[in-house]
């Protein structure tokens, strides 16, 4: 299907990868500013961004936008819903990957409509690879359709996570417990640590679940949509509705649930 607003979504993004790619060979000399502590920002995730926003804009100068290095623009409020469209931008998801030249970071872009999303897009520059969905059309890696694996059990599975850090470390604890658990159960476990791939991965049955602590809107916006439209589940820690902001659980129909299982009995107060 022919989606005019995920045709720019495409663009933008290939563009941004692009100039992030040829910032790479100079990786180590960028001048990178602490955003606090161990939150880092570089040049490229400031052009990239600008870059994405000026791209959509031309196309459609009437929508908001909530990006991460410049936040709501122009009264563009994420949650008062007064825009029709806001795009959500990680300009460069993996921005400590790609400071150290570890080779795991991405552009996402996502659309919501009146609060709902439409579509999204995840460029991964290193690998070429696309990752794409737009509402009730399914999700795609370039032109090929993807599906959650058919994986129905923690037995076998392959999770991804973020670790609690920043101010998240205040949840090491509970985290840790819930990591054990998974240890156990799961084939195994990855932090690759760009979240907007490992969203797309279990869109594309690379990964089979996933969950982490305190995420933002531009981190989830396009991944929770490819999940949706690949066939998976995403929610709270609790199963609730994920609002694009916070705590994430996502997978296949069962292996989330079955994350929620190991999840639940670690839940402090402020993590329910
Ligand atoms: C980060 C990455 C990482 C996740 C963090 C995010 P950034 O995004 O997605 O995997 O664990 O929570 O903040 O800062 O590199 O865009
Ligand atoms: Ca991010
Ligand atoms: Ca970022």
Redesign the pocket.
């Known amino acids: 299907m022919q989606h005019p607003m995920l045709n720019i979504a495409v663009r933008a993004a290939r563009r941004a990868g692009d100039l992030i790619m040829r910032s790479m060979n100079r990786v180590h000399q960028l001048e990178v500013r602490s955003k606090e502590r161990n939150?880092f920002v570089t040049e490229v995730d400031l052009r990239a961004e600008q870059d994405i926003i000026d791209t959509i804009r031309v196309a459609f100068p009437d929508h908001g936008f909530l990006a991460?290095e410049s936040g709501h623009t122009d009264g563009a409020k994420y949650t008062d819903g007064k825009d029709e469209f806001v795009w959500i931008i990680?300009p460069?998801?993996?921005?400590?990957?790609f400071i150290h030249g570890f080779p795991q970071?991405a552009v996402s872009i996502g659309l919501q409509r009146r609060g709902k999303l439409e579509c999204g897009v995840i460029y991964d520059p290193l690998k070429q690879e696309l990752f794409t969905a737009a509402r009730g059309d399914g999700a795609r890696l370039d032109d090929r359709r993807i599906r959650v694996s058919k994986q129905i059990s923690l037995e076998g599975a392959l999770i991804g996570t973020?670790?609690p850090?920043r101010s998240n470390i205040q949840w090491l604890d509970p985290y840790m417990a819930m990591f054990r658990e998974v240890t156990k159960q799961a084939a195994g476990i990855r932090r690759?640590?760009?979240?907007?791939l490992?969203l797309a991965y279990i869109a594309a049955g690379r990964l089979d679940g996933f969950w982490?602590m305190?995420?933002?809107p531009?981190?989830t916006a396009a991944g929770t949509l490819l999940i949706i439209e690949a066939g998976g589940r995403v929610g709270t820690l609790t199963g609730d509705d994920y609002q694009q902001q916070g705590n994430l659980v996502a997978g296949t129909p069962k292996v989330y649930e079955a994350l929620l299982a190991i999840i639940a009995p670690h839940l402090s107060a402020d993590l329910q």
């Open positions: 939150d991460e990680d460069l998801d993996g921005t400590t990957n970071f973020g670790f850090f690759p640590g760009a979240a907007s490992d982490e305190g995420l933002s531009w981190d």
